[in-house]
């Protein structure tokens, strides 16, 4: 919120570009520091239809990884793919959905 209060009040700022209306996806300013995630489903996938897909919002790089299923164990397994292959976020957004909100991945990300 402080950045959009120095963006509102910049005179320069407004003459390049209008302001972001309120629920645009923020991006990060640099690779690793803001992500977002989320699980969609792909029915032709059979059993492995929960898709789980990570986005580093600076540079579009992307992973998306297969389960059976999008609880809290889905969720990790795809993140420790995504933590070695991208590196380890300041940030990720999320929808806040159960498996996010759950307990186990809160105790997984602490450790990272």
Sequence with gaps: ME???IVESCDDCHALA???PAGVNPRGLRALELWQTDV???AEFGRLKYVHVTVDTFSSAMWAS???GEKAHDVICHWRQV???LGTPSTV???IG???ASQQVRQFLQLW
Excluded: M, N, S
Aim: aromatic residues 10%; positive net charge; hydrophobic residues 35%.
């Design 3 to 5: 950045a959009r209060g």
């Design 18 to 20: 209008p302001p972001l």
């Design 40 to 42: 969609t489903q792909i």
């Design 66 to 68: 297969t389960h059976t």
């Design 83 to 85: 933590f070695a292959i």
């Design 93 to 95: 957004k999320t929808d």
């Design 98 to 100: 159960p498996a996010y």
